[in-house]
């Protein structure tokens, strides 16, 4: 059909659509055809844009609230995705700030023996109690080896700087909720730079979805315009290629 065709989909997909009520219902010829109408276009063009920025789980949710006559909760799942979004730019803002906190009180770490070093020495060098490291360790802020035997903590270089730099983050009154992403980061890309630089990444990818988020409304709103007007009898100009339900 010129709608499945037009959209890039098989015509079960479509019958899947509107199975699913991801579609309005179609009715159906004497002949016992399914006549689509140009509602079935925009609530499909609405479907698959929408599923650009908000994920086909959420564009399905979407409509299937619309077709259940619940508009109210539609516009409430859109929303929700939208503060999704707000929400991770603010966490990314939160850990840029604080690695430049961080990058900003920084002073070079005296060298780690090979060895490593028990949790004594490392609190001394840090100018903290023993229990401090533990609470961070327990928040998996830190992730010291055990030495075998005797089961001690051994800190390496990469925990003495985890332990420094969760010591400043404190300094700041950040929460270990919100340090944690920041080391893990750090632990994943080797360097604050690198980090800085998923950061970016990262946003440039929110401020692209943003966009297809938008675009999606704009056809959500189309469709919710067209239904608002009651104007449903344009059938198109291809019907259901077969008479299965």
Do not use: F
């Not at 675009?215 to 077969?242: I, M």
């Amino acid at each position: 059909m010129d709608l499945a065709r037009a959209a890039g989909v098989s015509t079960q997909q479509i019958r899947n659509y509107i199975a699913a009520s991801i579609l309005p219902p179609a009715e159906r010829a004497a002949t016992g055809y399914r006549l689509l109408h140009e509602g079935h276009r925009h609530a499909l063009v609405a479907y698959r844009t929408l599923a650009a920025g908000h994920g086909w789980e959420n564009a399905r949710a979407v409509l299937q609230s619309v077709h259940a006559g619940d508009e109210q909760r539609a516009l409430e799942l859109v929303d929700a995705v939208h503060a999704e979004i707000h929400q991770q730019r603010c966490a990314l803002d939160e850990m840029g700030t604080a690695l430049e906190a961080v990058a900003g009180q920084e002073t070079p770490e005296p060298a780690v023996p090979q060895a490593g070093l028990r949790i004594g020495e490392v609190a001394a060098r840090l100018g903290v109690r023993t229990s401090a490291l533990r609470v961070w360790e327990s928040a998996g802020l830190l992730e010291p080896q055990r030495e075998r035997g005797t089961t001690y903590r051994v800190y390496t270089a990469a925990d003495v700087r985890d332990a420094r730099m969760t010591l400043m983050l404190r300094q700041s009154r950040y929460p270990l909720t919100q340090i944690r992403p920041i080391l893990d980061g750090l632990r994943t890309s080797g360097s604050s730079a690198a980090l800085r630089e998923a950061i970016a990444r990262r946003k440039t990818q929110l401020a692209q979805r943003s966009v297809a988020m938008l675009e999606g409304a704009s056809r959500l709103h189309t469709y919710l315009t067209y239904r608002r007007e009651g104007v449903d009898n344009d059938v198109l100009a291809d019907v259901s290629a077969n008479k299965q339900p």
